[in-house]
């Protein structure tokens, strides 16, 4: 711009120079000829007067030696007057065009003048005139030629134009010297002229680079009230829409982001071409990816890796309509096959058309409720099981007493015995069933009361000596301090000490040893029940808890056992928010440790 301003203020400045030189020369040189005009015509005059008196004096007057005198006078007496100074030449010339006199010229030699335009005009009666260039003198001459009718002849008078080549000259030399002063001039001028104007304009580019650049929040400075002020303050006002429409979108985005960031849903929107428009981070963790802004405009198949989660969104928007599915997926990072309920939209052009313009995906974690299904099943047909074995057995032996075996009364009586075993254990079994389900539906205890857990410890010691002691098992009991408070149900700390003690009395050794311990440690009871039983092997660590989870089936069903037990001590301890685990060895013994929180 500062260039463009330079460079247009010298053009100007040799446009206008050039043009004022071209006239002002033009017309210098019209004043000149009219000045020379006038002197000559005013000579033609004094010329005419002259002879009209000289040939009123002398009849026959030599006209040619008349004009060389009179020229001779005249020039010489013009060579004298500096402001004067003409060569005048005078010709003497007939109304023929004969040349009768001529103060410079032999005019036997001179041919005939009478086409001459300024000898026409006289012939005519007017003051004629004309310039033409002589090129015998190599400059241009003006002529004047007055009529003296009475004697038929015409006075032409003619002057070199020699001043109009210096005028040129000056005018030429004048123009260049004013066109450089005008140059010199001209750039100091724009040269503070475009600074002053591309000064505010070069801050309005930089800010506006700066705001292109992300800052938002620069602005102009606005000094001047002219044009460039106008457009600084407009540019401003420009800015802070711009910024306002971009916090606005901003703000808008992150509400988006953070809505469907937050959910536990995964979502993936695409493009009719497949392209991710829209992925949230649950969706990303679900296919194992990096969750980024980089994401955006992949291919879905190269995100998902997966081909039916591509097809099912191909289909939708080949068919716009919504698919609901189910997909199995192994997640690396957990090490275990994930369930996903899928459900599948087409998305609308907003422009109004209603034109499919990509498909929006939702995938929902079900694999809990699937485990849990599979649970719930799997409880029904283990309880089932269970009720039937008894029952089974129940039904055969009062078969058989019905049979006949009734009068026989030490087989009658041991076969009641086995049925009265066989009811006991269905007792037991839909005793455990209950208290199972109870604590389950149960979300906050409100049974609860401060209790002293040794003084349980010791009852639910009393009523398992016994068992103990068919197996020579030797009870041990230690707590510290030696009263321990909780708030807890007192029946259900009681049952859980007792599902963990009838364990390790049963699945102990002959002569083996039990340690109950309780202590108060940062913030928790922990109470341990260590015994030097058969152990559980490593692989049934993480099941034993499971409804009807037995290690060695056989063993535990002829011990009467129903595989609840410890269920139902897991159930307990969520319900005080503690928990449960298990250090054990095979062949050295297992310890339970459980922490209630105080
Ligand atoms: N202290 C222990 N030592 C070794 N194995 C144990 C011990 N406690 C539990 N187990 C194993 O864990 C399984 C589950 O125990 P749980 O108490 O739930 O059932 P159960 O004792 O078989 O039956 P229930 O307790 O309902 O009468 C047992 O069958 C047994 O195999
Ligand atoms: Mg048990």
Do not use: W
Request: glycine content about 6%; overall charge positive.
């Amino acid at each position: 711009m500062r260039k463009k301003i330079i460079q247009y203020s010298v053009m100007l400045v040799i446009i206008g120079i050039t043009t004022a030189g071209i006239f002002t020369s033009a017309m210098a040189r019209y004043f000149y000829k009219l000045e020379v005009q006038n002197n000559i015509e005013s000579i033609a005059v004094l010329l005419k007067n002259d002879i009209v008196k000289e040939t009123s004096a002398k009849s026959n007057l030599d006209f040619n030696k008349f004009v060389k005198d009179y020229a001779y006078l005249l020039n010489s007496r013009t060579d004298k007057d500096k402001n004067f100074p003409l060569a005048t030449r005078i010709t003497i010339i007939n109304f023929q065009g004969k040349v009768l006199g001529d103060s410079d010229s032999n005019i036997d030699t001179m041919t005939n003048h009478l086409n001459r335009k300024e000898v026409q005009e006289a012939i005519q009666g007017q003051t004629g005139k004309d310039q033409r260039f002589s090129s015998t003198m190599g400059m241009p001459y003006l002529y004047v030629a007055l009529p003296i009718s009475e004697h038929h002849i015409i006075i032409r008078i003619s002057v070199p134009l020699y001043q109009l080549n210096a005028i040129n000259k000056a005018f030429l030399y004048y123009t260049l010297l004013g066109i450089l002063a005008g140059l010199l001039l001209t750039l100091l001028i724009s040269l503070k002229l475009s600074s002053f104007i591309t000064k505010p304009v070069y801050h309005l580019i930089n800010t506006s680079k700066e705001i292109a650049g992300g800052n938002y929040k620069k602005r102009v400075d606005v000094n001047y009230k002219d044009e460039i002020g106008q457009l600084a303050l407009t540019f401003n006002e420009m800015a802070d829409k711009l910024d306002e429409t971009l916090s606005g979108i901003m703000d808008k985005n992150v509400k988006v982001d953070t809505v469907i960031n937050s959910m536990r849903n995964g979502i993936i929107a695409i493009d009719n071409n497949s392209k991710i428009i829209i992925i949230n981070a649950t969706a990303c963790d679900m296919f194992d990816v990096q969750y980024g802004p980089g994401i955006i405009g992949k291919n879905l198949i190269d995100i998902t890796r997966n081909s039916k989660v591509n097809s099912l969104l191909r289909e939708t928007i080949k068919n716009d309509s919504s698919l609901i599915d189910e997909i199995v997926m192994f997640s690396p990072s957990l090490g275990i096959d994930k369930i996903y309920r899928i459900y599948t939209n087409t998305i609308k052009s907003s422009d109004g058309k209603h034109q499919t313009a990509g498909a929006v995906i939702t995938l929902n974690d079900i694999t809990s409720v699937r485990k849990l299904e599979q649970i719930r099943t799997e409880f029904v047909s283990n309880v089932t099981h269970e009720l039937k074995t008894p029952l089974t057995s129940i039904r055969g032996f009062v078969e058989t007493l019905k049979n006949g075996a009734i009068e026989d009364t030490t087989v009658a009586v041991k076969f009641l015995d086995i049925i009265d075993i066989e009811a006991e254990r269905l007792y037991t079994l839909i005793n455990d069933i209950l208290q199972l389900s109870e604590i389950e539906a149960m979300r906050k205890d409100d049974s609860v009361m401060e209790i002293d857990l040794r003084q349980i410890i010791d009852e639910v010691v009393l009523i398992l000596k016994s068992s103990a002691d068919k197996k020579n098992i030797l009870l041990e009991v230690s707590t510290v301090p030696s009263h321990i408070q909780i708030i807890a149900s007192r029946n259900r700390i009681k049952q859980m000490l007792i599902n963990l003690i009838d364990n390790a009395i049963k699945y102990n050794v002959e002569n083996g040893k039990i340690c109950v311990k309780a202590e108060k440690n940062n913030g928790n009871t922990v109470i341990s029940i260590k015994d030097t039983g058969i152990g559980i092997p490593e692989m049934h660590h993480s099941r034993i808890f499971e409804r009807f989870y037995r290690v060695d089936k056989g063993r535990s069903r002829n011990m009467g056992g129903t595989g609840l037990g410890l269920s139902i001590v897991k159930h307990i301890i969520n319900l005080y928010s503690g928990d449960i685990h298990i250090i054990s060895e095979p062949g050295k013994g297992t310890e339970f440790i459980v922490k209630l929180p105080l």
